[in-house]
C-alpha cells in the first residue's frame, strides 16, 4: 500500500486505488478530482456543510 500525507492536510490518499478505477476520477491537471453534482451533494452532507 503507497499512502500520500501532505502536511497542513487532514486525509491521506492511497495511491493504488487508481489501478482499481483507472484513474477516471481525475483526468485533468495534477491535484484535480472530478466529481459530479451528486457526489458534490453527498460529500457536502457527510461533512455536515452547506452545498452552496
Known sequence: MSIVK???FNFS???QKCE???G???TGSE???FVSIQEM???A???GM???
Open 50 to 52: 452547506e452545498f452552496e
Open 45 to 47: 452532507h457527510m461533512l
Open 20 to 22: 482499481v478505477c483507472g
Open 31 to 33: 491535484g484535480y478530482v
Open 41 to 43: 451533494l453527498e460529500i
Open 13 to 15: 490518499f492511497d495511491t
Open 24 to 26: 477516471k476520477c481525475c
Open 6 to 8: 501532505k502536511e497542513g
